[in-house]
């Protein structure tokens, strides 16, 4: 969602922020299991937004 406001490619973002395309689409679709602070860091310095914006916290199923 943030990279359609900013009218940006997945492509375009992976190369700003030092990933590949198949992981931006790894974080973008919910699946990665853990981000690193940098990669965080990375990410909001790009998109101009707070972690807040970009992460949301569920409860594991039990």
Known sequence: MQLA???MS??????LVGLTPAN???LKNG?????RFSTL????????CQ?????????DEE
Do not use: I, N
């Open 51 to 59: 972690p807040g914006d970009l992460l949301e916290f569920v409860e």
């Open 5 to 7: 406001k900013r009218k």
């Open 24 to 26: 931006v689409a790894v």
């Open 41 to 48: 860091e990375a990410m909001c310095r790009v998109l101009d």
């Open 10 to 15: 997945v492509g375009e973002f992976a190369e």
């Open 31 to 35: 699946r990665a299991k853990a981000v």
